[in-house]
T-cell receptor, first 114, second 116 residues
Framework: SQTIHQWPATLVQPVGSPLSLECTVEGTSNPNLYWYRQAAGRGLQLLFYSVGIGQISSEVPQNLSASRPQDRQFILSSKKLLLSDSGFYLC?????????????FGEGSRLTVL | AQSVAQPEDQVNVAEGNPLTVKCTYSVSGNPYLFWYVQYPNRGLQFLLKYITGDNLVKGSYGFEAEFNKSQTSFHLKKPSALVSDSALYFCAVRDITTDSWGKLQFGAGTQVVVTP
């Protein structure tokens, strides 16, 4: 069966520090991968998605970047965190091709920027 | 563009009573529709989806939803709510006419509170 892992689960970082959140998927190949951010415990905003190694699409301009160095690995990064980067970050995957179905979410990473 | 509206910030229901969480959507083409549930500090769990076929879809934990094309709605229902159903519920849509990448647009979420 497929599983998705995110780490760290919780992170407290000072303003201006770097960030790296990691997501890996097991039990599948060539998945579509997504990073969402949930602010204030409510709505989700799609940040990035990837359909293959090295292929990243950004949905909103921001202080963050994403990379996909391996087929089942998706990394969210920042060189210098802002207060507004605080939130709950969720990684998700969907099978290829077509992705006609639901996304499968990880347990999330809660980032607090102080 | 695709969008989802969940008009209720919170729904309160007594245990054993029917539960309904409302969702309306807007897409330029044909929709795929989804419901997810989120417990505190957890990821989203998939409940059910409408892709095609029967307008009434059944999902996990006794939930069901009805796709109504004329009203552009996809309300989530459960005949008898449990205290353990208290959580945050999200409706999501994908416009399959314009999106090839499986991107879902989520509503703002509805907090469900079931009292004993």
């Amino acid at each position: 069966s497929q599983t998705i892992h995110q780490w760290p689960a919780t992170l407290v970082q000072p303003v201006g520090s770097p960030l790296s959140l990691e997501c890996t998927v097991e039990g599948t190949s060539n998945p579509n991968l997504y990073w969402y951010r949930q602010a204030a415990g409510r709505g989700l905003q799609l940040l990035f998605y990837s359909v293959g190694i090295g292929q990243i699409s950004s949905e909103v301009p921001q202080n963050l970047s994403a990379s996909r160095p391996q087929d089942r690995q998706f990394i969210l990064s920042s060189k210098k965190l802002l207060l507004s980067d605080s939130g709950f970050y969720l990684c998700a995957w969907a099978p290829l091709p077509g992705t006609t179905g639901e996304l499968f979410f990880g347990e999330g990473s809660r980032l607090t920027v102080l | 563009a695709q969008s989802v509206a969940q008009p209720e910030d919170q729904v309160n229901v007594a245990e054993g009573n029917p539960l309904t969480v409302k969702c309306t959507y807007s897409v330029s083409g044909n929709p795929y529709l989804f419901w997810y549930v989120q417990y505190p500090n957890r990821g989203l769990q998939f409940l059910l989806k409408y892709i095609t076929g029967d307008n009434l879809v059944k999902g996990s934990y006794g939930f069901e939803a009805e796709f109504n094309k004329s009203q552009t709605s996809f309300h989530l229902k459960k005949p008898s709510a449990l205290v353990s159903d208290s959580a945050l519920y999200f409706c999501a849509v994908r416009d399959i006419t314009t999106d090839s990448w499986g991107k879902l647009q989520f509503g703002a979420g509805t907090q469900v509170v079931v009292t004993p």
